[in-house]
């Protein structure tokens, strides 16, 4: 009787492990490629011509990384064909917290390039990030700004606006990490539109990303991402805007 026993403990227990694992990764997104086309647009978009391109084609990934329970969603823009070049950002995301566990910005054009990733350790209230260029690597320890507060990076705040879209009713603050630094930024939702994708008129509600008030001249510029109205809420045009400048995105089609 024991034996019986025990076997049933045991086959009992690997059915709840299973379906324990299965739930879990069942929770994690699928994985998804959005292409885009972009342009820069703007007083100084004549200006960056003359040295780079102010136009091509991007893409946006969202994949599930299992191993570690997280989500990877990187941003890749290219140049046209011919001309060599590329801008890529990287965000690793806490799924049960939106939030950054690691970022990273990386760019290679003409004689320049970047490579720099950053390690968001909560737990010691610590920001790891590693510098790499042409010439050398460099490592760094900060402490996290905000006594240790859940970061965002654009990204990730691209992800949170997707996952809670149909709740966001009003101004919601959070902390954006940009380029080495912690910003005070506020998420509005703003109006509905129709927008043509390929002939295909899809209906969106733009969100907002801006300073917090007081904090314009540390966060110049803003970010808007325009999200379907389905529950899929698919980003069919992002628009990063500085001060005499804006990137625009806009789907082209969807992998």
Do not use: C
Request: proline share 6%; charged share 20%; glycine share 6%.
């Amino acid at each position: 009787m024991r034996k019986v026993t025990s076997v049933t403990a045991a086959v009992i227990a690997s059915a709840v492990l299973t379906t324990a694992a299965a739930s879990a990764e069942a929770a994690l997104p699928k994985p998804e490629e959005f292409q885009y086309s972009w342009r820069l647009r703007g007083a100084l978009s004549w200006i960056a011509s003359l040295k780079f391109p102010t136009s091509g084609v991007g893409e946006l990934k969202t994949v599930a990384l299992p191993e570690s329970g997280s989500i990877q969603t990187q941003l890749l823009i290219t140049t046209p064909a011919g001309r060599d070049g590329f801008y890529v950002y990287r965000s690793e995301i806490d799924p049960a917290t939106n939030t950054t566990l690691v970022s990273y910005t990386g760019y290679e054009w003409g004689d320049k390039r970047k490579n720099e990733q950053t390690f968001f350790d909560y737990v010691k209230r610590l920001l790891r990030i590693r510098k790499q260029d042409k010439e050398k690597v460099s490592n760094e320890v900060l402490p996290l700004p905000g006594n240790g507060r859940a970061m965002k990076d654009v990204l990730t705040s691209i992800y949170y606006l997707r996952q809670n879209a149909d709740n966001i009713k009003g101004p919601v603050p959070f902390d954006v990490f940009s380029d080495g630094k912690i910003y005070p930024v506020v998420f509005t939702p703003g109006a509905s539109a129709v927008l043509d994708v390929n002939g295909q008129k899809i209906s969106s509600r733009v969100f907002v990303i801006t300073a917090a008030p007081g904090q314009s001249r540390k966060f110049p510029g803003s970010v808007k991402v325009w999200l379907s109205t389905d529950s899929r809420h698919i980003p069919l045009r992002i628009e990063v805007q500085r001060s005499l400048a804006a990137l625009q995105l806009d789907l082209v089609a969807i992998r």
